[in-house]
């Protein structure tokens, strides 16, 4: 079997990965750093991570449309958002923290810093968390996020996503991302999705319309799998330059 | 074996609190009382490439316990686990852009079959405007195996390693080590691609 060890620099993220200053999305200018990247050998430190049990997780996290703990049920298209975390060989990351949040129906986040005038739904809190299983499956129930403005530049408004923070096995697969839904005319107009380098990896992001994941006369199913770096390396069995 | 695309990575947006900062979701503090260890407070700022504050990004960390084994099972290594700690931090930046930890200085753990790296901390920042997360270490600076550390001494440019070596200060009995992180510009914090 095919090993990375310790001592090995691995890479080749440039096609899936944005570039850190991305000039249309604004707010890298000042923060985008702008000497290289030190590549280093991967040690214990980067082949190890935090594992399932810092988040407290209860079944109740995964339902974003009653989570707010008010009795009442978020309003908006109910959907149901599914799928597999897996490693790029395609093996299952079991047992790993999801986190997500969200804008409400109407495009709104509970949220100091959000003040345009969408309305705030006071049954929606808009975040929401699960394990995956032993397969690698996670599941949320929630409400269809809408599009909402932004400063970036004129007119500009971000296409309906939902964001996901995953940890994955070690530290090598950390991951923040943002789940698109399919056909939004938004796509091609928001720098954030844009800064992707290729189509092919921008289409990562898209969930999938699945009339299997759709329960009748409850939920619209969406399914969207989230790959992310594996853990290769064998530990102390490096041959180190 | 054929590769799958990875999902590419977005910013975590201006948003990003209420989710990942929440009560029970954020993690200042990562010792218990029984927790083996010197106990130290870890400060620093998040600034931008003007110098001015970021306040609305995240900083993680994660290490070794104190005799320097990871809380993971790919550690396999002969230093003891404390089952009291996991080694996993997170902490949002306030309105001056300041971060803070409570934990205990990690162990030495391995880099390769014969040698020791330097204690430190792996840390990695998020924030709206970063596209990607960044990654970075603390190292301590009253720590003489800095100089024989291999990712210190071998891989990052000796102009650029100060800006790893948090510091070693006391206020009112305590330990702090400051660690301010610089995204862009004089004194860029050296940042790794991993």
New interface residues.
Partial sequence: M?HTT??A?I?G?RE?????L?EA?Q?????????P???????????????P????VTPEDADLTRNAGTGGEAIGQRIIVTGRV?????NPVPNTLL???Q?NAAGR???K??QWPGPLDPNF?????CLTNEEGVYRFLTIRPGAYPWKNHPNAWRPAHI?F?VFG????S?????MYFPDDPLHSLDP??Q??PTE???K??IATYDHNVTEPEWALGYRW?????G?Y?T??E???R | ????????????????????L?E??R?HVLTQSETVGERIRIEGHVF???G?P?P?AMV?I?Q?NAHGR???P????PAPLDLTF???G?SGTDDNGRYWFETIKPGR?????E?L?AP?I?V?V??????????T?LYFADESSNADD??LQQ???AE?RATLIAPREQHNGTVVYRFDII???AG???????
């Fill in positions: 095919e310790i001592g620099i890479r993220d899936v990965f944005p570039p850190y991305y999305y707010s890298t200018r000042r923060r985008a750093p702008t000497l990247l030190i590549d280093v050998p991967l040690t214990i430190s980067e082949l190890t991570g935090p594992g049990r810092i988040s407290a897996l490693d790029d060989r395609g986190e997500i949040w804008a986040y509970l949220h810093r959000d809190l808009g975040m929401g968390r964001h923070s096995p070690s530290m090598l950390r991951l923040v991302t943002q954030i999705m800064s992707i092919e990896a921008r990562r992001l799998d989230i790959v992310v770096r853990p390396a530990p102390f490096a041959e180190v | 074996m054929t590769k799958w695309l990875l999902t590419g990575s977005q910013t975590v947006g201006p948003f990003f609190a209420p989710a990942l929440r029970d979701a993690r931008d490439g003007d001015v970021v609305d993680e994660w070794a990871y809380n993971h790919a550690d396999q290594g996991i080694g996993f997170r753990v391995a880099f390769d079959k040698r790296q430190h792996c990695t998020f924030s709206r405007g970063l596209l990607n997360h960044l990654v270490r291999p990712i891989y990052v440019p650029r995204l862009q510009g860029e914090t050296a940042f790794f691609n991993v």
